[in-house]
DNA sequence: ACAATATCCTGCGAGC
DNA sequence: TGCTCGCAGGATATTG
């Protein structure tokens, strides 16, 4: 599931290699994966943009066109971009679940490849990246996130902390794996409503956080399922994950079973004894 | 305001 | 061995 890190290393992998060209072709198997516009319009409008960089919001990639126009890619369970220097065989396409194909002027054959076809890709080539509506609902990048802005989204929220953590209007970037090894981290338990946190564990919480991602960028992110970079190599941060996984294993702080528990349709792993 | 549930889709593991 | 079946999981919509 590819989070904040993951989608930064997808992020900087793609930067260098697609900054400056033009989308000279496009292809698709799967139209259901483009929201927005309607898949004829969407590619007739994306074929001769010029990419100019590509940033991150959340955990949607963006890529910004010249003069104006945003493509946006949210990769969901198993969407990831593959970076090929020769054209891909039909079977090739096939065995990695490729379903979006952007072809551009240096003759990289940009793959868009997703298992579950959860992913999200919506094209906006007129509005400024404020006016998208997609953005717009989108809460802090946690990373630029300063304390008093970080406790001040907490006001008043009386969820559970681990639901707060994955709601992207708050915070945008943790998804379950990162949300689960924060929180053991910080020794909270993820069933305490936020606003019954004290101003030292939200303190603990934040920098934790921004640790822990940082971290897993470093390693360029964690591959416990299909994650994989540009280059279709893993992270490796999976060697560092705490409780994420590890139901039944010892606690790595206190020794005790790590209990795995279901919040909505999420797995939750804590350590009952750390975390209670 | 918050919780729970269905939905999308496919691979995988459990059970037979 | 090989089949069927249930289910996870990010975000969203809907209902409670």
């Known amino acids: 599931m590819p989070e904040l890190p993951e989608v930064e290393t997808m992020v900087r992998g793609l930067r260098s290699r697609v900054k400056r060209k033009t989308i000279t072709n496009l292809w698709t198997d799967e139209k259901k994966i483009i929201h927005h516009p309607s898949f004829n319009f969407f590619k007739k409008s994306l074929i001769g943009q010029t990419i100019v960089d590509v940033e991150r919001r959340g955990k949607i990639i963006v890529f910004k066109f010249k003069p104006k126009g945003f493509l946006l890619v949210h990769p969901k369970m198993t969407g990831h971009f593959l970076a090929l220097k020769e054209k891909p065989s039909s079977s090739y396409l096939k065995k990695k679940s490729a379903h979006l194909m952007l072809v551009l002027s240096n003759d990289l054959y940009l793959v868009w490849t ?22 717009k609902e ?25 639901s707060w953590l994955l709601d992207q209007r708050f915070i945008v970037g943790v998804g379950n794996i990162y949300a689960n090894e924060v929180l053991w981290s910080a020794k909270i338990n993820p069933e305490q409503p936020v606003i019954e946190l004290s101003k030292d564990q939200r303190k603990k919480l934040l920098i934790d956080l921004k640790k822990i991602l940082k971290r897993a960028i470093i390693n360029r992110g964690t591959s416990v399922a299909e994650y994989r970079d540009i280059s279709d190599q893993e992270g490796h941060y999976a060697n560092y994950l705490k409780v994420y996984g590890r139901p039944g294993k010892p606690c790595p702080r206190c020794g005790r079973e790590i209990i795995r528990k279901m919040t909505g349709s999420r797995s939750t792993y804590y350590c009952p004894k750390c975390q209670a």
Do not use: C, H
């Not at 997703?114 to 953005?135: A, C, G, M, N, V």
């Not at 809460?139 to 008043?156: H, I, Q, T």
């Open 114 to 135: 997703d298992q579950r076809k959860f992913s999200r890709i919506e094209y906006w080539p007129d509005k400024t990246i404020s006016e998208i509506p997609w953005l």
């Open 138 to 162: 989108l809460g802090a990048e946690p990373l630029e996130l300063s304390f008093s802005e970080f406790n001040r989204l907490m006001d008043n929220r009386r969820t559970r902390v681990k």
